[in-house]
């Protein structure tokens, strides 16, 4: 067959040539090992120092979870020394590594390490050497501490030539739950997973047990991570019934020694669904008992389950409400049925509706400010980090603050629905870091979103961080190589929330490509900027929810019809004056439900931060910025900034080649071909679009917006992943 | 928290000790090498040899084929020997093998070699020694046959000590067009697929190339298949609309190297649902026009574009009917759009209606047989290897043999929807080789099925042989590790339909376990009896279509209700008389459709094959079988000695622990325990069941049937695999 001519010929040779060269470490490097991959130690003295460490270490044979102690501490040797480490159940004199706690060992029975001990709960550990520094000890209270002890050790060893220096070491997380939130279905299908689909193969459970299961324990454990929601929140009752609950065993016995506890999300009407009751009123003795009932069957199966996590009357999801019963009245009634076991019930505060007239980013608040002092010990109530939904950039919930007595979770999104999904690079410490760091003053003047839900502000001993999951059946968990990052940023600062964006990406860097200087500074650089350059190109000064329909993939400026706080208009409500979203005292006031130092703030547009400007005010297209910018120029600019980020970051990549395996290099390589696409899609119809209402040119200086709105408004995306087609 | 008691503790150690045991090899052996998994060679005599066979290779640079051999010779030597290949454009003295055709190479224009190379075709290839049997020499008339070559090469250096031995070598496929069909989705999901999702990510196609298209493509290459139909039969317009070719293109890219054209499936009814035209009618000319304009679409994109696959006027699939014209007008309008392109359509015969009164057995060959003569020459007609579809066990369709002046292609299902999906290990190679041996003494009284689709028969030039592909994103691609012997199974027969299931399972065992004779024997006996018993603990004797509704996952004899060719009643017919579908002249008379010999000897019970006996005959429950037992014990005896079966497969994998790595043996391991479960499940429903008609008692000699029927009737599984819920 002669189809092709020379010339093609040529560049399908030349293509081919290039995709085989990217083939060569196939097995070793595709991204699976994630930050866990202990690569061999090329520099001698540190080889020297790891062989010696490793030289005899001692552990007790009493729990699974030192047997999990081993099994990593083994990988790690194996891969970074090629070596077998000598295990041993007796400190002798000749002992370099020790590990367990004051119960295994009289050795670790001193009024120093005791005191030390006190300090650092259930998942503390302490790493020092023996007073005669010959011998190493990872010192904790539980052994899953220790695990974390031993996690902890071997990120320093990989990361640093002298990781002695970093001795002793007193760590402890600042946030007693630290957990997954899977919105992963039954039918595996993921609601906004964007890396293929649900890692549970709940159809060969409980009698197959995934490989992927272990290194999922595994890789969490590795960043303190001990909770995992299996289910979405857009619950399915089937997932309580006796098949399922044997599943959800299997993976709980799997997850146990590392640490990690399971819960579920229930629905609320699974009395009805799978009980054969006629209600599910949280005031009915019948369905109390039915729950109650529920959780004894769970507790029998998997005594250590978390608990259960709630999505009620949100979105058309069941809830109290149906029966005109509260949310306090809901959750309380799950609440009961898993105090017996030190469950906790985690309650969504997500809760908005059309129906109701009021601001969308108001309703929250409206619903459980009034609900104070109403919620049992074991709830909490879990507030995404901004008021609307997961944006690109939004300003802290106002509810953080608002509740004295009752406890506060904060919900982050991993998986990035509204940051390009998994095709763009983006590193979201920043975005958490952002809400975490951004002051309350509530209860006290120095309160911040992380003091409130960390408890710290309230003398609570139990609290709750979640992160909603980007994992999935992708070889290489998160879709985009660099999601691993953000699975591993979340992890980090739920252990400790004072941990800077750069520090937690040096981290990960250095576990992920290795330790070259010159290499790790430019990933940084990359991963530093990525999250302004998305906000840049996609919903600058304070836009938001401006995104294609449904798939939430892409630029929608122009969505309407249907349920209007679903639409983009409702958000940016551009019109031939200005754009932007009056919440201020002129408009929704949804200014009133923050401390009054932010609202006074924020109230002016001269004072209002400009990265929140449009979120609250609807300003003219001639409005003065900062920069002496008319708006209509300063969003253009921001718009720009954005793409021509993307194009750097590219540049900055394809330099890295000679320090990357050649398959992750390409697959990142790839990705950024296609961000920069996408990045030019958001710039080019957002600005084509909001220019038919500032009907003002583009500034000379920017890259002219090309192409037609019309054709972007047609592009459609029936089989977008993260959602169901049906939905 | 002290939640466990101490034995509970010991035997969670022991667990997880065990299961850490099985992760040491963890990126090794996870089952994603395949066939290709080239590990080192520890026999020095061996290895000697393939270092200098491998010490000079010579190949032109002149092909992306070319290329493809390069790398897969570098990775097989890299894993094999450790070498890296010292590859050359020229001809010396001291090469030690070279690979081309004769317009490569001045070497390889020979009068011998030329005239062997005439009757090898575009895919075949010699491998044979020069003269001074200095230099091995791999010749074809196309790059594609001398990658083929080399794979074969790669194939035996790896399973046979003197390879030397088998050469010459002078190969050419039977069957022209070897073809995988895709029953995959846009969304991902997969009909009657089991090892996860589609590895089709057609989001972020086109940019994004991933490892495993490659990978695919290697594979699908080494054993010989060359056409791939991506998507399902239940087909969707869509991925015939610009931006979907633009995805399909990036795929073609990828596998023409490989040898592997690419197919799509057609819906009849696209006109319409992406044309904006009012009809699909195949006889109008706006619809011709429309097709044709497609197909110089596609192939502009892709000039080497394989074809159609549709499936019209079947289960709710549109189709020339839909505007009362024949099969043959559908599949003519398609053909000749694709003609001017060599393109072919593929039009399936799996057509049956439930509003037609007679036997779902006999109307494909009511529908088709009247249609001889009237296809065009690139149309071909593909039959399910039975007139049912995909039992464990069927007669072979009587449409093979009964069309002489149409093309017939043979469809088989790799992918195993009856028999026991992806938790069961199941060789298929059997089953496969039964229907291509089939006696069909038409147009012959020599003729077999594979007589019929080799085109031998009727000196046909193109051929085609298709298999419902088993491939998913699961990391060891088919779920089950011997879902792969399938894949290769097929690909295997469809070169070359002669080997026999034991020759093929003894090269794939070498090329995925190794090649200890005592480990490999034990293997073999596992796989060559796999079958027979999967047979016999579902249906036996020739019964079929009793399986669960839907998802058609485990027994459902009781299935009735609905459209009744979608029952089990409607096949297996039991009643206090007896059981069994009466196809006899007395009966529906489907065995009229078969050439005189077949149909005299199988209309009478006597002389029928007992294993097709219920499939042809409804017999009392008294009845003599050939062993002397009453058909109703024989029946018991059958669904007995099926699972018993499955414990001796049991018994003997577990003895091959040690020549097994951890990851892989343990991962068969767990799924034995899932099958023999499942074979129970089979055996209990299904006796339990019949018994009800029988009113007999189960023979003494047996594992009395446990458990209740009511509640093996009530399981149900609403997220099996393989369908989507809405279905």
Redesign the interface.
Same mark, same amino acid.
């Given at each position: 067959?002669k189809?092709?001519k020379n010339s093609t010929?040529q560049i399908?040779?030349g293509?081919?040539?290039f995709?085989?060269s990217?083939?060569q470490t196939?097995?070793?490097e595709?991204g699976?090992?994630l930050w866990l991959r202990y690569p061999p130690v090329e520099n001698e003295v540190q080889s020297e120092h790891i062989k010696s460490l490793f030289s005899k270490v001692v552990i007790k044979?009493?729990?699974?979870t030192y047997?999990?102690i081993?099994?990593e501490l083994g990988?790690a040797a194996k891969g970074l020394i090629n070596k077998e480490i000598p295990f041993s159940n007796l400190v002798t004199s000749d002992v370099s590594l020790v590990i367990g706690t004051p119960t295994d060992f009289n050795e670790f029975k001193t009024s120093e390490i005791d005191n030390s001990l006190r300090s650092v709960g259930e998942d503390g550990y302490l790493i020092q050497y023996t007073e005669d520094a010959k011998t190493l000890m990872i010192v904790s209270n539980t052994p899953v501490g220790a695990l974390y002890g031993a996690f902890y050790l071997l990120r320093i060893i990989q990361s640093n030539l002298q990781f002695q220096e970093l001795l002793p070491i007193k760590a402890s997380p600042k946030i007693t739950d630290r957990i997954l939130n899977h919105w992963d279905n !039954?039918?595996?299908t993921v609601e906004r997973g964007y890396a293929?689909?649900s890692i549970w $193969?709940?159809?060969?459970l409980p009698?197959?047990?995934d490989?992927?299961y272990?290194?999922y324990a595994r890789a969490n454990a590795s960043i303190g991570i001990n909770g995992t929601v299996l289910t979405n929140v857009n619950a399915n009752a !089937?997932v309580l019934t006796a098949p399922y609950i044997e599943k959800v065993k299997a993976l709980a $016995?799997?997850f146990?020694?590392y640490g990690l506890k399971v819960y579920l999300t229930a629905r609320f009407s699974s009395p009805i669904e799978i009980g054969g009751l006629e209600t599910a009123d949280p005031l009915n003795d019948e369905v109390r008992a039915w729950w109650k009932t529920k959780a004894d069957e769970i507790y029998k199966s998997i005594?250590?389950f978390g608990g259960f996590l709630v999505k009620a009357n949100s979105e058309g999801q069941p809830g109290p409400q149906n029966y005109d019963r509260t949310h306090a009245d809901g959750a309380n009634m799950l609440a009961a049925a898993v105090a017996p076991y030190?469950g906790i019930v985690i309650w969504r505060a997500f809760v908005y509706s059309h129906e109701v007239p009021d601001d969308r980013a108001k309703q929250a608040n409206n619903e459980f400010e009034p609900l104070d002092r109403e919620f049992m010990e074991n709830v909490f109530i879990q507030v995404k980090n901004g008021p609307i939904d997961f944006q690109p950039r939004e300003p802290f919930h106002p509810l953080f603050g608002a509740m004295s007595k009752t406890k506060l979770a904060l919900e982050l999104q991993i998986t990035m629905e509204y940051l390009g999904q998994?095709?763009n690079l983006v590193y979201l410490a920043p975005l958490f870091k952002e809400c975490l760091d951004s002051k309350t003053f509530r209860p006290t003047k120095q309160s911040t979103v992380a003091t409130v839900i960390d408890g710290s502000g309230f003398n609570q001993t139990q609290s709750v961080i979640a992160g909603v999951s980007n994992i999935g059946?992708?070889?290489n968990w998160t879709g985009h190589l660099f999601g691993q990052s953000n699975w591993y940023a979340f992890g980090r600062l739920a252990w400790d929330h004072a941990l800077s964006s750069e520090k937690i990406a040096d981290e990960w860097i250095s576990l992920t490509f290795g330790n070259d200087n010159k290499m790790k500074q430019s990933i940084s650089k990359i991963m530093m900027k990525s999250r302004e350059s998305v906000v840049n190109y996609s919903t600058p000064l304070g836009l938001h929810h401006i995104m294609g329909r449904g798939h939430h993939y892409g630029p929608g400026p122009w969505v309407e019809g249907g349920r209007p706080d679903w639409t983009s208009l409702y958000y940016h409500r551009a019109d031939s004056l200005g754009i932007g979203f009056d919440r201020t005292s002129t408009g929704s006031n949804a200014l009133s439900q923050y401390a009054p130092e932010i609202s006074q703030e924020w109230s002016d547009p001269k004072t209002c931060p400009e990265k929140y400007l449009l979120w609250f005010h609807h300003l003219p297209w001639s409005f003065k910025m900062n920069s002496g910018n008319p708006l209509w120029d300063e969003l253009c600019y921001h718009y720009d900034t954005g793409i021509k980020s993307v194009g750097e970051i590219k540049k900055q990549w394809a330099e890295l080649k000679s320090y990357i395996d050649h398959?992750r290099f390409h697959?990142v390589e790839?990705?950024l071909?296609?961000q920069e696409?996408e990045a030019r899609w958001w710039r080019n119809s957002c600005l084509l679009y909001f220019q038919t209402f500032s009907k003002m040119e583009f500034p000379g200086n920017i890259e002219q917006p090309a192409g037609n709105l019309e054709y972007y408004k047609n592009l459609r995306?029936?089989?977008?992943?993260g959602i169901?087609?049906?939905w």
């Amino acid at each position: 067959m002669k189809v092709f001519k020379n010339s093609t010929k040529q560049i399908l040779i030349g293509l081919f040539i290039f995709l085989l060269s990217c083939q060569q470490t196939l097995f070793a490097e595709d991204g699976y090992e994630l930050w866990l991959r202990y690569p061999p130690v090329e520099n001698e003295v540190q080889s020297e120092h790891i062989k010696s460490l490793f030289s005899k270490v001692v552990i007790k044979d009493t729990s699974p979870t030192y047997a999990v102690i081993k099994d990593e501490l083994g990988r790690a040797a194996k891969g970074l020394i090629n070596k077998e480490i000598p295990f041993s159940n007796l400190v002798t004199s000749d002992v370099s590594l020790v590990i367990g706690t004051p119960t295994d060992f009289n050795e670790f029975k001193t009024s120093e390490i005791d005191n030390s001990l006190r300090s650092v709960g259930e998942d503390g550990y302490l790493i020092q050497y023996t007073e005669d520094a010959k011998t190493l000890m990872i010192v904790s209270n539980t052994p899953v501490g220790a695990l974390y002890g031993a996690f902890y050790l071997l990120r320093i060893i990989q990361s640093n030539l002298q990781f002695q220096e970093l001795l002793p070491i007193k760590a402890s997380p600042k946030i007693t739950d630290r957990i997954l939130n899977h919105w992963d279905n !039954l039918d595996r299908t993921v609601e906004r997973g964007y890396a293929g689909f649900s890692i549970w $193969d709940w159809h060969k459970l409980p009698g197959y047990i995934d490989q992927r299961y272990i290194d999922y324990a595994r890789a969490n454990a590795s960043i303190g991570i001990n909770g995992t929601v299996l289910t979405n929140v857009n619950a399915n009752a !089937l997932v309580l019934t006796a098949p399922y609950i044997e599943k959800v065993k299997a993976l709980a $016995d799997v997850f146990r020694p590392y640490g990690l506890k399971v819960y579920l999300t229930a629905r609320f009407s699974s009395p009805i669904e799978i009980g054969g009751l006629e209600t599910a009123d949280p005031l009915n003795d019948e369905v109390r008992a039915w729950w109650k009932t529920k959780a004894d069957e769970i507790y029998k199966s998997i005594p250590d389950f978390g608990g259960f996590l709630v999505k009620a009357n949100s979105e058309g999801q069941p809830g109290p409400q149906n029966y005109d019963r509260t949310h306090a009245d809901g959750a309380n009634m799950l609440a009961a049925a898993v105090a017996p076991y030190n469950g906790i019930v985690i309650w969504r505060a997500f809760v908005y509706s059309h129906e109701v007239p009021d601001d969308r980013a108001k309703q929250a608040n409206n619903e459980f400010e009034p609900l104070d002092r109403e919620f049992m010990e074991n709830v909490f109530i879990q507030v995404k980090n901004g008021p609307i939904d997961f944006q690109p950039r939004e300003p802290f919930h106002p509810l953080f603050g608002a509740m004295s007595k009752t406890k506060l979770a904060l919900e982050l999104q991993i998986t990035m629905e509204y940051l390009g999904q998994a095709t763009n690079l983006v590193y979201l410490a920043p975005l958490f870091k952002e809400c975490l760091d951004s002051k309350t003053f509530r209860p006290t003047k120095q309160s911040t979103v992380a003091t409130v839900i960390d408890g710290s502000g309230f003398n609570q001993t139990q609290s709750v961080i979640a992160g909603v999951s980007n994992i999935g059946n992708d070889r290489n968990w998160t879709g985009h190589l660099f999601g691993q990052s953000n699975w591993y940023a979340f992890g980090r600062l739920a252990w400790d929330h004072a941990l800077s964006s750069e520090k937690i990406a040096d981290e990960w860097i250095s576990l992920t490509f290795g330790n070259d200087n010159k290499m790790k500074q430019s990933i940084s650089k990359i991963m530093m900027k990525s999250r302004e350059s998305v906000v840049n190109y996609s919903t600058p000064l304070g836009l938001h929810h401006i995104m294609g329909r449904g798939h939430h993939y892409g630029p929608g400026p122009w969505v309407e019809g249907g349920r209007p706080d679903w639409t983009s208009l409702y958000y940016h409500r551009a019109d031939s004056l200005g754009i932007g979203f009056d919440r201020t005292s002129t408009g929704s006031n949804a200014l009133s439900q923050y401390a009054p130092e932010i609202s006074q703030e924020w109230s002016d547009p001269k004072t209002c931060p400009e990265k929140y400007l449009l979120w609250f005010h609807h300003l003219p297209w001639s409005f003065k910025m900062n920069s002496g910018n008319p708006l209509w120029d300063e969003l253009c600019y921001h718009y720009d900034t954005g793409i021509k980020s993307v194009g750097e970051i590219k540049k900055q990549w394809a330099e890295l080649k000679s320090y990357i395996d050649h398959q992750r290099f390409h697959q990142v390589e790839m990705l950024l071909n296609t961000q920069e696409k996408e990045a030019r899609w958001w710039r080019n119809s957002c600005l084509l679009y909001f220019q038919t209402f500032s009907k003002m040119e583009f500034p000379g200086n920017i890259e002219q917006p090309a192409g037609n709105l019309e054709y972007y408004k047609n592009l459609r995306f029936p089989y977008a992943p993260g959602i169901r087609p049906s939905w």
